[in-house]
Antibody, heavy 123, light 110 residues
Framework: EVQLVESGGVVVQPGGSLRLSCAAS????????MHWVRQGPGKGLEWVSL????????YYLDSVKGRFTISRDNSKDSLYLQMNSLRTEDTAFYYC????????????????WGQGTLVTVSS | QSALTQPPSASGSPGQSVTISCTGI?????????VSWYQQRPGKAPKLMIY???KRPSGVPDRFSGSRSGNTASLTVSGLQAEDEADYYC??????????FGGGTKLTVL
């Protein structure tokens, strides 16, 4: 059974930093593109970032470029999101999600999601 | 403001059919066969219901179907059941923006 478990969400002040983690199990983690998607309080889903199976290719939402860094450790079946220069508008549940295997386009289908971890940016 | 436009709400009685729309432009919904639909029940993680416009993952009831016409994709839920009450989100590849979502539609089973 595929499981994705996020952790690391806390309350942080504007301008602060935070690292989220996602522990994966139930599949060969190193074979798949992984994503972070966020959902602000009472709001819709917003794609944040993806990292290719080997960690060599990353993409970001424009508003987080230069502030967030996605990475992975395939030896630990883990995905990370380093978040710097946090803003109040970054407040959200952050979900880790697995992309389908295949082409770049296939990888944009998110077939399993974690339960999310809450990041609150507030003074 | 979300990249893809969905109606904020939809409703139907048990047994009826309801269709939720997702409108984009030619460089996202209309340009790629990579539209997905996700179901999110309150307090839960999203679940993939439809991918590549009309394909169903294993385990998703065939009451759920997807289609597209031009720049608008649609999710149809036939034979509505109480358990279908949830928020539904569409997504699409969007060129340099990679992946965009709709604002979500709250489906109420009356």
């Amino acid at each position: 059974e595929v499981q994705l478990v996020e952790s690391g969400g806390v309350v942080v002040q504007p301008g602060g930093s935070l690292r989220l983690s996602c522990a994966a199990s139930g599949f060969t983690f190193g074979d798949y593109t992984m994503h972070w998607v966020r959902q602000g309080p009472g709001k819709g889903l917003e794609w944040v970032s993806l990292v290719s199976w080997d960690g060599d290719t990353t993409y970001y939402l424009d508003s987080v470029k230069g502030r967030f860094t996605i990475s992975r450790d395939n030896s630990k079946d883990s995905l990370y999101l380093q978040m710097n220069s946090l803003r109040t508008e970054d407040t959200a549940f952050y979900y880790c999600a697995k992309g389908k295997r295949g082409t770049y386009y296939d990888m944009l289908t998110l077939d399993y999601w974690g339960q999310g971890t809450l990041v609150t940016v507030s003074s | 403001q979300s990249a893809l436009t969905q109606p904020p709400s939809a409703s139907g009685s048990p047994g009826q059919s309801v269709t939720i729309s997702c409108t984009g432009i030619s460089s996202d919904v209309g340009g790629y066969n990579y539209v997905s639909w996700y179901q999110q029940r309150p307090g839960k993680a999203p679940k993939l219901m439809i991918y590549e416009v009309s394909k169903r993952p294993s385990g998703v009831p065939d009451r759920f179907s997807g289609s597209r016409s031009g720049n608008t994709a649609s999710l149809t839920v036939s034979g509505l059941q109480a358990e279908d009450e949830a928020d539904y989100y569409c997504s699409s590849h969007a060129g340099s923006k990679n992946l965009v979502f709709g604002g979500g539609t709250k489906l109420t089973v009356l």
